[in-house]
């Protein structure tokens, strides 16, 4: 699928757009912020930015992967994408504990791609 | 939460990817539900004096809570001015509210929002509506947004419940289209169904985009739940059978 970029995003040039196809290739792929990031050399923010071009353009299904304090380095839950934060009081998926505060709560952006996309 | 707020820089507001990231731009305040709950109790059946006193404070508490939980609010303020009482004015001065006020369509220079909080069983009337105006023009010029808080919307404005859309411009509808295509600020409602979503993080801010566009568009629909924007089809039916 072909996704014209245009004046949307400001920040892509021809060599991100082509380091971006790369990631992009195949459906199924997952993509997440800081890969974006260090794969193309730019900011969580632009990354951020691409995956809610993609999701808008119903290119991609992204989630918001949720963390809790309680294993760091595993998600503990995910939500869709662009529905804001969750709800508080949210479950822990891991410790099965109830979570009444947002500060034991870290959170990432995963996408999947559900068509191969080439942006131009 | 940062990282969110600087995607969004990095987006047009009219692009619809930016209504992903506006969507944390607001985290719901905890107590929000509850109030929603009682207030819905309060109006449902006849009142009081004390019953409509309370609820019209709990109406100002709902309108509070959620621009407190707007990213970028700095001050709230609440008075009786020399002139107008002002039940809430909010401002903010940031980098988060510098978005807030670009998703929002505010102008550039104007800094704050006026709420004006109606519990009241009928709906907002032109002389109301027009009040709140006038405020803007004369007391707060440097407010860019004017926010009704009510539980029946206000005369003139499409309701939830229509199965056809509005085609009129009258009453209070009518003063919201000509105030803001003199002024450019846009005077929008929120009725008893927005208020209800106001406990869902991610709301606010959409909700008012959606409501300062339809001033433009003019579909003539109510403004629909947060979580179907998406998937609002006014197209007829043999533009819709394409979608299938």
Known sequence: MRLVIGHRLAFMTEILKRGMNALLRAPGEEIMPHVIAIKLGISRAESLAIIAVLEAEELVESKLLIYHECELGVPAGAIPFGKGFPQLPWTCGLCERSVDTYDELRFDVQARTLVAVEMV | ?244
């Open chain 2, 1 to 244: 939460m940062r990282q969110m707020i600087a995607g969004m820089k990095q987006l047009d507001v009219s692009d619809p990817a930016s209504d992903h990231l506006a969507s944390y731009l607001y985290t719901a305040d905890s107590r929000m539900a509850g109030l929603i709950t009682e207030l819905d109790d309060l109006m449902a059946e006849p009142r009081n004096d004390t019953m409509r006193k309370r609820a019209g404070e709990i109406m100002e508490m709902i309108a509070m809570l959620s621009f407190m939980a707007l990213s970028g609010t700095s001050t709230i303020k609440s008075f009786q001015s020399a002139g107008p009482q002002i039940d809430l004015l909010v401002e903010g001065s940031d980098l988060h509210w510098k978005l807030v006020r670009k998703y929002c369509y505010f102008r550039k220079r104007r800094r704050g929002l006026v709420v004006e909080a109606k519990a009241t069983g009928e709906k907002v009337n032109d002389a109301v509506f027009a009040r709140l105006c006038a405020i803007m023009d004369h007391n707060l010029p440097h407010v860019g947004l004017g926010v009704f808080f009510t539980f029946n919307g206000a005369s003139g404005f499409p309701t939830p419940e229509s199965s056809r859309s509005l085609r009129t411009l009258k009453d209070c509808r009518l003063r919201q289209a000509l105030y803001y295509a003199r002024t450019r600020k846009p005077v929008i409602v929120f009725d008893s169904m927005d208020i209800r979503q106001l406990a869902q993080n991610g709301s606010l801010p959409q909700l008012v985009h959606e409501k300062v566009k339809e001033i433009s568009e003019a579909t003539g629909w109510a403004t629909p739940p947060v979580a179907s924007f998406c998937k609002r089809h006014t197209l007829p039916k043999h533009l819709r059978d394409l979608l299938i």
